[in-house]
């Protein structure tokens, strides 16, 4: 089968031929439409991931149908349009993975390639309205964004939610997410023209982090916030403190900005501020992210696509950040 391979640290990818793997037992061979990129595979082509190893087939995302099952495996999936849900092994307890818990696409293989084989628990079916582009983009996003708010951010109808950084992937899921849900959504973003992207899609209000002061304008035009969603951490970490409500909660589920300089606990304690961590989500999670989709009919953000032959270009446009919403890989 053709497969995007990565040879070693901060190298380009090659399509290679390499051999077509076959389901276990409990497992289902996927023949792939379409994947999309996450940060976390630009990250590993830089280098900067843990347990890294090469070569590796990347890509957490995956849609496209069963063509076989392994043994003890349910034959009913074979020839069913599905996605992947990315979550390996997270285990019993909602509440955190378990210490066998993995990601797809490292160390195993993942979907930038013709098939993957993954265990069948991982399956869901592709919802009816969304085509193998759109459903790509869905799982590893879809699944961190929407336990960031309702399981762990616990968001209300009515409550004002801030989400930084909303051009990404996940951020704009959480977007639409937050609107579904009835609550008034701001966002920050990298430039002005994304900030109005997120207007037009229905968002309150929303200012560029790249602004001085963002902070101080956005808490001018809102007042402050019961949630924030957060995906960068880093010095302006703190200032999202200054923007949460007393007794609000801050979700925080990345750290691309890096580690918080300085954090003085007395402005968290004394505004009685919750600041919870995340990753990825239990299949509880992926189940009712994919009824609360199937619900409100909607459809993921996908601002570019390329071809398997084209994937470093993809890589390059996720480097530059200079997109809106999920960069997909079509698979023929």
């Not at 759109?134 to 989400?163: N, S």
């Amino acid at each position: 089968m053709k497969a995007a391979v990565l040879p070693a640290k901060g190298a380009t990818l090659v399509i290679e031929d390499v051999p077509t793997p076959q389901p276990g037992p409990g497992e289902a061979l996927v023949r792939l439409e379409a994947a999309a990129l996450n940060r976390r595979d630009w990250w590993i082509q830089q280098g900067q991931y843990g347990g890294l190893q090469y070569p590796a087939i990347l890509g957490s995302d995956g849609a496209g149908r069963v063509e076989a099952v392994g043994s003890t495996a349910d034959e009913a999936w074979v020839g069913r349009q599905v996605i992947i849900n990315p979550a390996l092994n997270w285990g019993s307890d909602r509440k955190a993975p378990s210490k066998g818990f993995g990601i797809l696409g490292m160390p195993t293989q993942g979907c930038l390639a013709a098939y993957v084989c993954v265990p069948e628990s991982n399956l869901a079916p592709q919802p009816a309205h969304l085509s193998a582009i759109e459903a790509a983009a869905l799982p590893l996003a879809g699944l961190t964004a929407f336990r960031a708010m309702f399981y762990r951010g616990r968001l209300q109808a009515g409550e004002k939610l801030l989400i930084t950084g909303a051009g990404g992937g996940a951020a704009q899921l959480a977007l639409h997410f937050g609107l579904h849900a009835g609550a008034q959504v701001y966002v920050t973003a990298g430039s002005e023209q994304k900030v109005q992207a997120c207007l037009a899609a229905g968002a309150a209000g929303g200012i560029c982090y790249k602004n001085e002061d963002w902070h101080k304008d956005l808490k001018a035009q809102a007042g402050g916030f019961d949630l924030i969603i957060d995906s960068a951490g880093g010095a302006d970490f703190s200032k999202l403190i200054d923007l949460a409500n007393d007794g609000g909660r801050i979700v925080l589920f990345g750290g691309t900005a890096g580690p918080w300089p300085s954090m003085p606990p007395q402005r968290i304690f004394w505004k009685q501020v919750d600041i919870l961590g995340t990753t990825m989500g239990s299949p509880e999670d992926f189940a009712d992210m994919l009824a609360f989709v199937n619900k409100h009919q909607m459809r993921p953000t996908v601002g570019q696509h390329f071809p398997l032959s084209r994937v470093n270009e993809a890589f390059e446009a996720m480097g530059r950040g200079d997109g809106l919403g999920k960069i997909v890989i079509t698979i023929a």
